[in-house]
């Protein structure tokens, strides 16, 4: 690459794994790629990406690094992302994996940080039964922390050291730093004492609120500078006395080397943290190597390369156990997986993976005379593998379906923090199927699961880079702005929906206007719990919850889809009303359409759990007899 980085975005973007020169299917060609699922002793799966480099050099080949991502990070996203990139390319197979602090897992309740040993354990357990026995453990910023924890806990036999990126001491101290410098609302104590009363003595047995912390990571009262808790989650990463939070409580008892790489530059941890941590480390006897990246951010934009390569450096001088071992193929399993850089037509880029079994496609196309492949969209919050029905993709694309899952500009933490709109969104899903027809594709089936679904419809109504051979939706709404007002309206949601819609108008007429972040209790379920709240900007819920998000309203657009149209619908959905499927189905009837079939799933709901089977077989075969 020539030429310096571009100028860093704003925090969501780099957050969301905007990086300098980390295209997909452009600048990963060196490695192998697999989409893996970890499944941790609790009960939780988290997806992950494992890289496996082509060029196996013997002194790296043997060494697999465990990568973890930062706050509210996750996999792909932020340094993680690059990371991965340069290591793979450098020779080292990396497994990117989520933990229950990524994403949203603080705003929703689930993001507790004592418990991502247990992510951990299971990410090392799918290292292991690929047969690797020697393993660093990589963490950037809290992922540093959870690495550190966790090792100082395990001690686990393959682990034979930690690489750590932007460590801080303590995340209790910085964040007191942090949201003293930009005036938070609520301060750091007033937050605390907030806590200590909700949670009392048994914060497992309490119940739990979700807090929107105003200027919590910026000077404005921009929604990007607010930050989402809930009482339990900030209580278990910031609260007093939480030795898994501190690693300077844990990094004497990690038993391996350590290498602290540190930003010179650094704006969110407090300075001096690298030097306290090194100095705790050898003064509990443990080998440690302190690095400074000089002049670099947090997020190291435009320097991570260089974090590679000194990483790279400190990992090959390891001790070792004899020479390495003659270089051999590390097992990759299942349908091929090729990650892929989507551009839409207005410059933003997003992720996708293409998953594709070439032989069952190229029979798939002497039978049919046509190359079809799905575009498949993901649903709310989500992105190519959370929320994205992550059963569907494999068995579709070995019937001879190959499946791209791509993630939108309404993805991830958008809706929280962004300004990403709903209809903008239709550049996303039309740069995909350009996507597709790039890789030879010729004609699409579009196909998305809950929000997605509803955005399926309105691509599928309109013109597509590719001839669309179908339209398949998984747990479809009639109207997102019709099920959300009468699921407000049953759980009692304050602000009650009539109220936002009065509040908020301005979403949609003054684009100028600062965004703002904004929390609806029971919005999901009846009871003031952080997993029945839902959490957007103005921008956000206006333009998919407003009562003029036209681009939402499936039955307003499903009549213009020129081609058969599948409805697969759980009848114990909640979140989406199941006669939904059957109004669209008629809707689109009335319209014209001859070819519309509705698949009811029984005994079960909206993410379709326990009915994994049925819902490809009816995907599969509908496929099959039509694209």
Do not use: K
């Amino acid at each position: 690459m020539t030429g310096g980085p571009p100028p860093r975005p704003g925090r969501i973007e780099a957050r969301d794994g905007a990086r300098p020169h980390t295209a997909f299917g452009r600048d990963d060609d060196a490695s192998l790629t697999e989409a893996v699922v970890v499944h941790t002793a609790d009960g939780h799966a988290w997806d992950g990406l494992l890289w496996l480099p082509r060029r196996m050099l013997p002194e790296r080949a043997d060494t697999a690094l465990l990568l973890v991502h930062g706050s509210m990070g996750n996999y792909l996203g932020g340094v993680t992302r690059r990371l991965a990139f340069d290591l793979a390319h450098a020779g080292f197979p990396v497994l990117a994996c989520n933990t229950r602090m990524a994403g949203f897992g603080v705003v929703y309740g689930g993001g507790l940080i004592h418990q991502t040993p247990l992510d951990l354990d299971a990410a090392l357990a799918l290292l292991r039964a690929r047969g690797f026995r020697r393993v660093v453990g990589v963490g950037h910023s809290m992922g540093a922390t959870m690495v550190t924890n966790w090792q100082a806990l395990r001690r686990a036999p393959e682990v034979v050291g930690l690489c750590t990126v932007a460590h801080p001491y303590s995340l209790r101290r910085s964040l007191a730093e942090r949201w003293a410098r930009y005036g938070s609302d609520p301060s750091f104590a007033e937050m605390e004492r907030a806590a200590r009363a909700a949670l009392g003595d048994d914060p497992a047995a309490a119940r739990d609120d979700v807090v929107l912390v105003r200027r919590g990571a910026g000077p404005t009262e921009a929604a990007t500078d607010c930050e989402m808790w809930t009482h339990r989650t900030w209580w278990d990463c910031r609260g007093p006395g939480q030795a898994h939070a501190v690693s300077a409580e844990r990094i004497g008892a990690v038993g391996v080397p350590v290498a602290l790489i540190q930003a010179g530059a650094d704006p969110v941890l407090p300075a001096g943290d690298g030097h306290a941590l090194a100095r705790r480390a050898r003064e509990a006897g443990v080998p440690v190597h302190l690095d400074h990246v000089e002049g670099a951010d947090h997020v190291f934009w435009g320097r991570v390369p260089e974090v590679a390569e000194r990483a790279a450096r400190w990992i090959d001088a390891l001790p070792r156990d004899g020479a390495p071992p003659a270089p051999r193929r590390h097992l990759v399993r299942g349908t091929g997986v090729r990650p892929l850089t989507v551009a839409a037509a207005d410059g933003v880029e997003h992720d996708a993976l293409l998953h594709v079994d070439w032989g069952a496609a190229e029979e798939r196309a002497r039978a049919s005379g046509r190359r079809t492949a799905v575009v498949h969209l993901h649903g709310n919050q989500g992105n190519m593998t959370v929320g994205a029905l992550r059963f569907l993709p494999e068995p579709l694309a070995a019937a001879g379906f190959p499946l791209l899952s791509v993630t939108t500009r309404i993805g991830n933490v958008s809706q929280l923090f962004g300004e990403a709109v709903f209809e903008d969104a239709l550049l996303d899903v039309a740069a995909a199927v350009g996507c597709l027809a790039d890789h030879g594709f010729d004609h699409v089936v579009v196909s998305g699961y809950s929000l997605g679904a509803v955005l399926a419809v309105r691509a599928a109504a309109g013109p597509l880079p590719l001839p669309l051979r179908g339209l398949v939706t998984l747990g479809c709404a009639w109207s997102l702005p019709e099920s959300t007002r009468a699921r407000m309206a049953a759980g009692g949601a304050t602000p009650a929906y009539a109220d936002l819609a009065r509040d908020l108008a301005w979403a949609g007429s003054d684009p100028g206007r600062a965004d703002e972040a904004l929390v609806i209790r029971r919005l999901y379920g009846p009871r003031d719990e952080p997993r029945f709240c839902g959490v957007y900007t103005a921008r956000t819920w206006w333009h998919s919850r407003g009562p003029e998000a036209v681009d939402a309203m499936s039955h307003r657009h499903i009549g213009a889809c020129p081609a058969p149209v599948l409805l697969v619908q759980g009848d114990g959905d909640v979140i989406v009303d199941p006669p939904d499927a059957a109004r669209l189905a008629e809707a689109a009837r009335a319209a014209g359409n001859p070819d519309v079939t509705v698949a009811m799933i029984p005994g079960t709901g909206h993410p379709f759990q326990g009915a994994h089977e049925q819902v490809v077989g009816a995907v599969g075969g509908w496929l099959a007899a039509r694209a």
